[in-house]
């Protein structure tokens, strides 16, 4: 499977800060990046898709001005919680994609964010 | 409606026996159609994906996929208490490579 890094593995913020999470892909490049959040005891929920150097495509509900996303290299995105709230807590999973063809895809270790 | 359905679970079995997870899904026209495990805290880790009817097997599991009646289900032989994880189903509809997910069958395996 791919090599997918994820940075904060962790991190906690008082509410109404922002927190920037990023996501590496190791041994390949991401044309599409897709960035998933599971609430405790739910599912995976798919937030957005980017594709590298465009914007993002949010799905309905997400705020594109509180989730900010930039997909500037084929190994690199990142996604920006601005002005987190205690709702906003939750395990935020990156998921590159090579774009190659193939369906399966591979999750980075996921970031859990804490709003205090 | 929900697009990917899975029994919440807990689902008990001892260790050695067979597990079976089910998952239904309600787009025909899906396509792609993968199970992922879960430990707690952890991302998904991608056990199978199955794309044409029958089954599928990878050591000790095997993928079933019967798109006639929207239903694809996991086996686990010889369970063992590793295997205790939250299994997600996970489906590709469109040509988007969007994942839609199941809510995950929690499986507990016991000594």
């Known amino acids: 499977g791919a090599v997918v890094s994820q940075h904060p593995s962790w991190v906690i913020c008082k509410s109404g800060t922002s927190v920037k999470i990023e996501c590496r892909s190791l041994?390949?490049?991401?044309?599409?990046m897709f960035w998933y959040r599971q609430f405790p005891k739910q599912s995976l929920m798919l937030m957005a898709t980017s594709n590298e150097g465009s914007k993002a495509t949010y799905e309905q509900g997400v705020e594109k001005d509180k989730f900010l996303i930039n997909h500037a290299s084929l190994t690199l995105s990142t996604l920006t919680v601005t002005s987190a709230h205690p709702e906003d807590s939750s395990f935020y999973i990156c998921s590159p994609n090579p774009g190659t063809g193939g369906n399966e895809q591979f999750f980075g270790p996921g970031t859990r964010l804490t709003v205090l | 409606q929900k697009e990917v359905e899975q029994n919440s679970g807990p689902l008990s079995v001892p260790e050695g026996a067979i597990a079976s997870l089910n998952c239904t899904y309600s787009d025909r026209v899906s396509q792609s159609f993968f199970w992922y495990r879960q430990y707690s805290g952890k991302s998904p880790e991608l056990i199978m994906s199955?794309?044409?009817?029958g089954d599928k097997e990878d050591g000790r599991f095997t993928a079933q996929l019967n798109k006639a009646s929207q239903y694809v289900s996991l086996l686990i032989r010889d369970s063992q208490p590793s295997d205790s994880a939250t299994y997600l189903c996970a489906v590709i509809a469109g040509t988007a490579s969007k994942l839609t997910f199941g809510t995950g069958t929690r499986l507990q395996v016991t000594l």
């Open positions: 199955i794309y044409s009817n």
């Open positions: 041994d390949f490049q991401a044309t599409t």
